[in-house]
């Protein structure tokens, strides 16, 4: 098993910048990709960002590229969003998540099987 717990969120406002910590413990390994989905109020949990198992690889939702930066440090089982120029649209629960094996399509939130309790984004207008 391996649990993952977010934090970082907050209130920020439009124009702002937020970084977001996920922090994988237990049965962990450094050979696994890690994601950040997140969900608004009224709306289904949407793919934000990919990061693969040695960094090398990142992929991004098409309304946060240029804007959002995902990394890791696989030595301190950690993956971080780094989110610039905040938009309200970006108001969320953001989640990150690990898949327990290889396989499976990068967005699709099924191809998930470990996922922290989410943290709030909260931008201002």
Request: glycine share 12%.
């Amino acid at each position: 098993q391996v649990q993952l717990v977010e934090s970082g969120g907050g209130l920020v406002q439009t124009g702002g910048s937020l970084r977001l910590s996920c922090a994988a413990s237990g049965r962990t390994s450094s050979n696994y990709a890690v994601a950040w989905f997140r969900q608004a109020p009224g709306r289904e949990r949407e793919f934000v960002a990919h990061i693969v198992w040695n960094g090398g690889g990142t992929l991004y939702t098409e309304s946060v590229k240029g804007r959002f930066r995902i990394t890791r440090d696989n030595a301190k089982n950690m993956v971080w969003l780094q989110m610039n120029s905040l938009k309200p649209e970006d108001t969320a629960v953001y989640y990150c998540a690990a898949p327990s094996g290889f396989g499976g399509t990068y967005d699709d939130e099924r191809s998930y099987d470990y996922w922290g309790p989410g943290t709030q984004v909260t931008v201002s207008s």
